[in-house]
């Protein structure tokens, strides 16, 4: 367990040493190592030198590396902590706001600018809160859950390249790495379950485990059509692949089994994350709160924490593998330091939309409920899952040479496929929503008033 | 042992068309859902913010009692009324003029039912706009509806005349008393002062 | 209890599965012999053949005792049902009721006849005007009075708009059991607009106590009768939109058809009333099988369940019919607006009421099914005797009949289908 804390922790300093580096527009090569730059600048200091004067040496002693480095995850991990506690307290503000919106309300809007310090005022709340720990709990696991579930939405984030040229750890088995870490949440939340000595969080982790075993099979099967468009388990060189037709040749205008794929990896993230309608870990109506019925204070924002985001973190994988990872239109006239920033604003726009739409489904759909979860999983997902990997195999077969060498048909085929899908669908919808504001009301059958003259 | 088929029923598909219509009817109809909530998503709120905006409170709206107090006659009928008890009043009656010690409601009690409103001869009880009956302490929720105590200082200038002319009412009729009863008096003198002691309390 | 734990292969009847042992969850240690690889002997008596082993499938599991309520989200207030589960299966269910018993009827044989109506309000909250109507109409029955026909008027949309606010909440904490929000929001949005209606004519949200023996309260502050009518033109739109969002939602039906399958006969022989009853396909509803009030000259349907998701008499059948009275709940609205002429809203009555010595019956259909009073009167100022007859109580009935076979899931789907207001079970 605490391995593979430190492996993510290590990950992740690697990764950050190198995308914080690149991204404060330093000029030196992606895989130098800041912390090591920063910490040797901190040694030859001024202050650092005084200091060594003063015990009599020369100069301050070099740290050993090991020191060294250490430090430098230190630092490392503190920004990721930050950069995934503003993106889930973002992620949380957007939900609250927009199922406020959704549900004729207006949603938080008192702590700060719309509301949006929010999340801050309710994690100082949590903190403040008494940490209780019910008297029949295990108590080692109780304590340890929280954190296991949120190391592995830490630890995510070492594969996900939000920028070219950042430096990011583009781990080879980006793809993998992901899918694996990404159940590890789940043993946390069993912890939970289990040790909460509640019988209701016991459901909760029993159905959270059911799930997540098998919505991991679609899950990775639909993540495998991208990965046979473009022939790479790396996020980082996936996204390279998508940057055609001027930052628009996404893997989802690649093929045309992209797009059900795309379909299908949403609905099985959505499950992986326990959001709506597959939230039978913690359905509330059912189990009153799931797995983290017994937490409370900062244990329990910990799991809320990690909910958002493994969103982020899912919306993430999708937007590299899918919607072009940082490709937009026109983004290739900028340089530099504001190519890499305007690719992290479009990777992390893009994710936030799929949040977005996580957040609209959750506000619109029922529960499921748990053996229909399964069947959605088994029975669904999973062939329609296989069609998909078989049909873009064929097809990449069948083109049989790489996207910008085929036929020009061959190209536009699967554009004006997802947006022929987008637009019937559009206008089915529309056709529908008159149909149904044309059904007749009880209005036309009954005469009208006849005390109107009495007022 | 339980038979699974019981009540939930094993054909649970039955009504359905069928594996591919299922595929596209959980898309189309979450589709539909999704239409709606977003049209919701850019209408306007129908929510207020409550401190600062307010909902309009109609006329008749049930809250807090108010008292006419000048109206009031004491007259117990919606202390009567009330199906919890709510209402206790305790006046001194000086005649016509009334001293008011307590006219209280227990909202402890209160069920807000306006009961109390409709028996009233004088419609002096009425139910205001008031509704914030948050306390401390329990105590605190027996309102005392009284706006002042005693007598109000008209109230005090018309029973010092009502009583001035009560006192020379009988001033006068102890006089036409004595008159009559100094005949009297001489043949029975014993019974005089237990008569006069009778006429005095109220003169004085 | 176990329903579908495997047998044990090659050995049954062993002492350790037997008798009291059996509802343990595991072969109890040392119940039977072990040899040196601490695999259990057989118990045949029949020595195994080289190669031959038993194996014991000792997956047996115990059944969970699970207390669901009275503090639970999804119960609907405090009841208490205490489910035996087999993993997700429901095997038994046992209802606890009278955690907010009152003593309601009671308390009727203590205060004078019109005290008692703020009472009333109380035991069904969520239809408050209707149990108004109900204690009104026992007692009318008994004094002969003649209602004006304005407060008739009045009495029937007050009665409809409630019935409508009531059906919103079942329709909206439906969605809430299931898993949809948002319906839950809208539901609540059209009926703080029925509040707000009946905060105009009464100057109550919840507890009205506005339909009184004799007629009603007040008249209609002008304009009243035209925001109903507004009302009623915004909610026949948004009721579409209900059904779109909600009602035919994939999910939905699936959570609902075939959940809960309550049969004509079953459904008859629990006295269930109301939507549980028409749900099930029978055509019962007192407003056209004893016509009250106006109801004899009014024009509405009675909407039955027709299993057209499911098998009849499923929670979706049930749900339809709620959702199909709310316009037929309309229907009756806008025909008592045509109606409805000026008058007086009160009959002429004594201040201090003494009712006729006698008893009556009234039952009249609530939004969750007959609600009847019963009252005994001596010819005094109270009442003898009142018993109330509340249709969620005998709805409730039924629940341990449901519920086993079930999911955990369904179970709250069952509940939730029922529609029943704890208030007015436990009175």
Not at chain 1, 89 to 102: D, H, P, Q, T
């Amino acid at each position: 367990m605490s391995a593979s804390l430190a492996l993510s922790l290590w990950l992740q300093s690697a990764r950050l040493q190198q995308q914080t580096g690149a991204a404060l527009g330093s000029t030196t090569a992606p895989d130098s190592n800041w912390t090591l730059d920063l910490l040797e600048w901190v040694r030859t200091s001024w202050l650092s030198t005084k200091l060594a004067g003063l015990a009599g040496m020369d100069q301050a002693p070099a740290l050993p590396t090991w020191a060294a480095a250490a430090i430098g995850a230190g630092i490392a991990v503190g920004i990721v902590i930050g950069f995934v506690s503003v993106v889930a307290m973002f992620s949380i503000w957007l939900e609250r706001r927009v199922a406020g919106r959704i549900q004729s309300r207006i949603g938080p809007n008192r702590v700060g600018p719309f509301g949006l310090l929010q999340s801050l005022a309710d994690g100082v709340k949590l903190l403040l809160k008494e940490d209780i720990i019910p008297s029949g709990a295990d108590r080692k696991l109780f304590v340890l859950a929280p954190a296991l579930v949120m190391a592995s939405a830490l630890a995510m984030f070492a594969a996900v390249p939000m920028a070219d040229g950042a430096g990011f750890t583009d781990i080879n088995l980006g793809v993998l790495f992901i899918v694996g870490i990404s159940a590890l949440a789940t043993i946390g939340v069993i912890m939970a379950g289990w040790s909460s000595n509640n019988k209701w969080a016991l459901y909760g982790a029993m159905r959270e485990a059911a799930q997540v075993v098998s919505y991991e099979v679609p899950l990775g099967i639909s993540l495998l059509v991208p990965v046979i468009v473009g022939g790479t388990l790396e996020l980082g060189a996936a996204s390279r692949l998508q940057s055609g037709w001027g930052g628009s040749c996404w893997f989802l205008f690649q093929n045309p089994f992209v797009l059900p794929a795309f379909v299908l990896y949403f609905i099985a993230a959505l499950a992986e994350n326990k959001r709506a309608p597959f939230d039978l870990p913690e359905s509330e109506s059912e189990l009153v709160a799931g797995f983290h019925t017994e937490y409370s204070g900062i244990r329990f924002s910990f799991f809320f924490l990690e909910e958002y985001a493994a969103m982020f973190l899912m919306s993430a994988v999708g937007t590299a593998l899918f919607l072009g990872g940082w490709n937009f239109p026109g983004i290739d006239l900028l340089k530099g330091g504001w190519l890499i920033a305007a690719q992290l604003a479009v990777f992390v726009v893009k994710s936030m939309f799929l949040v977005l739409l996580m957040i609209w489904i959750r506000w619109t759909l029922p529960r499921m409920r748990v053996d229909q979860v399964m069947v959605m999983g088994y029975k669904y997902l999973t062939p329609l899952s296989l069609i998909c990997v078989v049909g873009a195999s064929v097809w990449e077969v069948w083109a049989a040479v790489p996207f910008h060498e085929r036929p020009i048909w061959m190209q536009l085929f699967t554009p004006v496929l997802v947006f022929g899908v987008c637009a019937v669908l559009g206008a089915m919808l529309r056709k529908q929503a008159i149909e149904s504001a044309a059904q007749p009301t009880t209005r036309s059958r009954i005469a009208p008033r006849a005390h109107a003259a009495a007022h | 042992m339980v038979n699974f088929a019981d009540n939930t029923a094993p054909d649970s598909q039955a009504k359905a068309g069928g594996w591919w219509s299922d595929v596209w009817l959980g898309l189309w109809t979450t589709l539909v859902g999704m239409r709606i909530t977003l049209k919701y998503f850019f209408k306007k709120p129908v929510t207020v913010q409550y401190p600062e905006e307010r909902m309009p409170i109609p006329d008749r709206y049930r809250g807090i009692h108010y008292l006419e107090q000048e109206k009031c006659i004491y007259c117990f009928q919606c202390a009567r009324a009330c199906p919890v008890d709510c209402i206790t009043m305790e006046a001194v009656r000086h005649g016509k003029e009334l001293e008011w010690i307590s006219f209280s409601v227990d909202y402890n009690r209160c069920m807000f039912c306006e009961l109390c409103t409709y028996p009233c001869p004088k419609d002096c009880i009425h139910e205001g706009k008031e509704f914030a009956l948050v306390t401390y302490d329990r105590k605190e929720l027996i309102h005392d509806l009284l706006t002042y105590r005693g007598l109000s200082d008209e109230a005090k200038v018309r029973l010092a005349e009502a009583e001035k002319e009560k006192a020379a009412k009988e001033a006068a009729k102890a006089a036409k008393a004595a008159a009559a009863a100094k005949p009297a008096a001489a043949a029975k003198p014993a019974s005089a002062p237990g008569a006069g002691d009778a006429a005095a309390p109220p003169a004085s | 209890m176990a329903s579908s734990h495997p047998q044990t292969t090659s050995h049954s009847g062993g002492t350790a599965h037997s008798g009291s042992a059996a509802a343990l969850p595991f072969r109890p240690a040392g119940s039977g012999e072990y040899d040196e690889d601490g695999n259990l002997k057989p118990k045949f008596g029949r020595p195994l053949a080289e190669g031959e082993r038993e194996i014991v499938m000792d997956v047996r599991t115990q059944d969970m005792e699970m207390n669901m309520g009275p503090q639970h989200p999804s119960t609907h207030g405090v009841l208490r049902v205490l489910l035996r589960v087999d993993g997700e299966v429901v095997t038994q269910a046992v209802p606890y009721i009278g955690y907010i018993h009152r003593c309601a009827e009671k308390i009727g044989e203590s205060v004078e006849w019109i005290q008692y109506l703020p009472y009333t309000d109380r035991y069904d909250y969520l239809a408050a005007m209707n149990n108004n109507l109900g204690y009104s109409m026992a007692v009318e029955k008994l004094l002969g009075v003649e209602i004006p026909q304005r407060a008739m008027y009045i009495r029937t949309i007050c009665a409809e708009l409630n019935r409508i606010g009531s059906h919103l909440i079942a329709f909206g904490t439906y969605g809430l059991d299931l898993g949809a929000f948002t319906p839950f929001f809208y539901s609540f949005r059209e009926r703080e607009w029925i509040l707000s209606i009946f905060e105009k004519i009464c100057g109550a949200r919840l507890t009205y106590s506005f339909i009184r023996i004799g007629g009603v309260f007040n008249d209609a502050p002008p304009g009243w009768l035209e925001e109903v009518e507004a009302f009623c033109d915004d909610f026949e739109e948004k009721w579409k939109e209900y059904n779109d969002l909600l009602s035919d939602n994939l999910i939905f039906v699936r959570r609902t058809a075939d959940i809960g399958v309550i049969s004509k006969e079953d459904a008859l022989a629990y006295g269930l009333t109301g939507p549980c009853l028409r749900g099930s396909g029978v055509k019962y509803d007192l407003r056209k099988d004893q016509p009250y009030e106006l109801y004899s000259k009014l024009e509405f349907n009675v909407p039955v369940g027709e299993g057209k998701k499911g098998q009849l008499g499923d929670c979706w059948d049930r749900y339809d019919v709620r959702m199909q009275e709310m316009r037929e709940s309309v229907r009756i609205i806008r025909q008592c607006l045509a109606g409805i002429q000026e008058g007086p809203v009160l009959a002429k009555l004594a201040a201090a009421l003494k009712v006729p010595a006698g008893h009556a019956y009234v039952g009249i259909e609530n939004p969750r099914g007959e609600l009847g009073h019963f009252v005994i009167s001596g010819g005094d100022k109270k009442a003898i005797r009142l018993r109330v007859r509340g249709p969620s109580f005998c709805n409730l009935s039924i629940l341990p009949k449901m519920l086993p076979g079930t999911m955990l899931a369904d179970s709250v789907a069952l509940i939730g289908s029922i529609d029943i207001v704890l208030g007015e079970v436990d009175r």
